[in-house]
């Protein structure tokens, strides 16, 4: 049975830092995209930041309103996926989701939802003053 258990959301000021966590059980995530999204109130949920766990190493990709300020990584000897957030916005308060993806064909396709297969129950972000 896959499981995937978020945690880590919080409560912060504008400007200040998170980090969320993802353990992973009963998946094989080697040579699979994992990823981040994420939905706000009364919009779709999107895709935030993806990593790719290849033989050779890990390729990464993000949405454009993230850049530069969240990285993805993961540590498989803990079997758990990170999204380091710095630099937080009230933009992007919402409901964070860990998610395992099906057969996708780009990086780009990682971040389309419709791709999931396997998702987390999600963990708060709150940005507020």
């Known amino acids: 049975q896959v499981q995937l258990v978020e945690s880590g959301g919080d409560s912060v000021q504008p400007g200040g830092s998170l980090t969320l966590s993802c353990v992973v059980s009963?998946?094989?995530?080697?040579?699979?995209?994992m990823g981040w999204f994420r939905q706000a109130p009364g919009k779709e949920r999107e895709g935030v930041a993806v990593?790719?766990?290849?033989?050779?190493?890990?390729?990464?990709y993000y949405a454009d309103s993230v850049k530069g300020r969240f990285t993805i990584s993961q540590d498989n000897s803990k079997n758990t996926l990170y999204l380091r957030m710095n630099s937080l916005k009230p933009e992007d308060t919402a409901m964070y989701y860990c998610?395992?993806?099906?057969?996708?064909?780009?990086?780009?396709?990682?971040?389309?939802?419709?791709?999931?297969?396997?998702w987390g129950q999600g963990t708060q972000v709150t940005v507020s003053s």
């Open positions: 009963g998946y094989n995530y080697m040579r699979k995209w």
């Open positions: 998610a395992a993806l099906g057969s996708v064909e780009s990086a780009i396709q990682a971040l389309r939802s419709d791709r999931v297969n396997y």
């Open positions: 990593i790719y766990n290849g033989v050779s190493g890990f390729s990464t």
